[in-house]
């Protein structure tokens, strides 16, 4: 790929290089930022790759694919807004859209959407009605989401994107990324009391809700990779548990997270929850 004229650093590039080399780019990419310009050049470079009409190493920056893409006046690339008050996508606009994605493009190769703030303007609704676009998406479509919090959006949504995270800050709060790497190893080890005492993290009222969010992803991103695709960042933890359990196994877990998510928003006893969650863990893991 060929980042003249980008600010894009050393990490990312390695990222999108990688993506490169397989000849394409992923039909869905979240760039995750809390620094919107540097999020939006990042979108304007995979736009311009997109679209560019250059045989070489794309892109090219100076075609009229390209020179289209940075003046944002390519026929092919969309960059949806919203209309009501709420700062959010409306369902008409969504349904148009999804409908507009299967219709060829105008000019050039590929078609691209390009979806700002995301996190907050896509509602559940409209995320839901994106996934089967997500999952089946037409040729030379692509899906360009821009947050500041990936977490935000459906779990449903992220394991189908590739998430290129920038800048390096922590989207959900470290710690709770590190405690429910914990209870993921917890889940694992030979003895109960250690998984115990990783769920012990679940009594800090302020991180509950991301640890859980956090576990979920852990095992969203083993059934990724028992389905043969790839996860973002480190995925060691991903890897052992996709390597120990079936995928009925993780998606009982994953339902798991979310009972107990909905028992902590109903005031449930803390003890009484991570005492529970323990035995289901280990019932899971053990049973045949
Ligand atoms: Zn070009």
Redesign the pocket.
Known sequence: MNFDGFDIDRKTRGILDSLDSGGRMPHAVIIESRDSEAAQSLALLLT?YAV???GGN??????P??VRAKNRAHADIFYPETKNKSKTYDAESMRNLIKDAYIKPNEAAAKVYVFDKADTRLSTISQNTFLKLFEEPPQNVYFILLCENAQRLLVTIRSRCTVIKLGGEASVDEKAAAAAAKIAEGITAAREYELLLALRALEDKQLRDDILTALKQIFRDALVLLSGGQVRGDSGLAKNLAARFTKFKLIEMIELCDSSALQIKQNVNINLLTTRLCGEFRRISWQR
């Open positions: 311009m560019c009409e250059s794309r892109p090219c920056g100076a075609c694919g390209c």
